[in-house]
């Protein structure tokens, strides 16, 4: 069966959606796949798509789209989109959770080795053209925590094992195991003596009601003032206030924050200001194979669609 696919305008982490189209193509030779340049384009070419990808939706496309009955999105996250009324209309909605599990993970490591090996002052003095011995940790046998066991937290629990670490998972069910060394949940006792535990807290969750602000003053006080934070989640994941505060109070030994609250981080937010607070643009998604990962993704649905005639069994269905 030959489908109409609309690739919206809006790359992502600065790549363009042209490759993204051609990643499509390359998968799905006998569709009509175009790539719209401009918002006019959108709005014309939504009106006979029967599958749009790309980063988001809004309801204006969606009061177009007579035909669609499949939504790709290209984020892990779906927070941002319609989902009721693209579920009223009938629409089948995809994320890309897991594409970026590999890249993030391994962003994760550096920030955990360039914390436990003291990179960064090795930097500083390299820039100082200092050659002064200091003293250096190690990551074996530390405790790293890893909120969320999804694809990236798996991934990130993954790519720990060689190091000789405990870890503990948090999830929503700790019944269902994960693979950590110890799963808990996200409340209660088991929570506070994970944290009392904790080297590293790695946030690695979706934004939810649960996890909105769930690193707040009260977990900066159960946590060792030894203990590093490291953000791949969302900004409000942590407050944001208790973080400054516990950094300024000598309660926490740094942290690494690819996401912050408010984001963009202004430029005389004092985030910047601490000397053991390491921040990149949102970036740890980024990968050169992000488009192919989505691509696939997409190819794979469709086949299933063909073959099946319904949505039902979709990979990474969120509605």
Not at 36 to 59: C, F, K, P, Y
Not at 78 to 98: F, I, K, M, Q
Not at 119 to 136: F, I, S
Request: hydrophobic content about 40%; charged content about 30%.
């Amino acid at each position: 069966m030959s489908r109409r696919i609309l690739v919206l305008k809006r790359g992502t982490h600065g790549m363009p959606m042209t490759e993204y189209a051609a990643e499509i193509r390359g998968r799905r030779p006998d569709d009509e796949v175009v790539r719209a340049r401009t918002r006019s384009e959108e709005l014309e070419r939504v009106a006979d798509a029967d599958v749009v990808t790309g980063r988001a939706i809004d309801e204006e496309l969606l009061e177009r789209a007579d035909d669609l009955t499949l939504f790709a999105g290209l984020a892990a996250g779906y927070e941002h989109l319609p989902l009721d009324d693209l579920e009223s209309r009938g629409v089948a909605v995809t994320n890309g959770s897991g594409i970026h599990a590999p890249n993030m993970a391994e962003q994760v490591l550096g920030y955990l080795l360039v914390s436990a090996r003291r990179l960064d002052e090795g930097w500083r003095r390299e820039q100082a053209r200092q050659w002064d011995h200091y003293r250096a940790g190690e990551l074996k046998d530390s405790t790293v925590t890893v909120v969320g066991l999804g694809a990236i937290g798996t991934s990130i629990v993954e790519r720990l094992e060689p190091f000789g670490v405990e870890t503990i998972g948090v999830r929503y069910t700790p019944a269902k195991g994960g693979p950590t060394d110890e799963v808990v949940g996200f409340e209660g006792p088991a929570f506070d003596g994970a944290l009392a535990r904790t080297d590293y807290l790695v946030l690695a969750c979706p934004l939810t009601e649960t996890t909105e602000g769930l690193i707040d003053e009260a977990a900066f006080d159960t946590l060792p003032p030894s203990a590093m934070l490291v953000n791949v989640a969302r900004g409000p994941v942590v407050d944001t206030d208790a973080l400054v505060d516990a950094l300024r109070g000598s309660e926490l030994a740094g942290a690494a924050l690819d996401v912050t609250d408010p984001e963009p981080l202004p430029a005389d937010h004092p985030l910047w200001g601490f000397e053991d607070v390491r921040i990149t643009p949102h970036m740890a998604g980024s990968t050169p194979h992000y488009y192919e990962r989505c691509a696939d993704i997409l190819a794979r649905n469709l086949d299933r669609l063909d073959e099946a005639g319904d949505d039902a069994d979709l990979e990474n269905r969120v509605r």
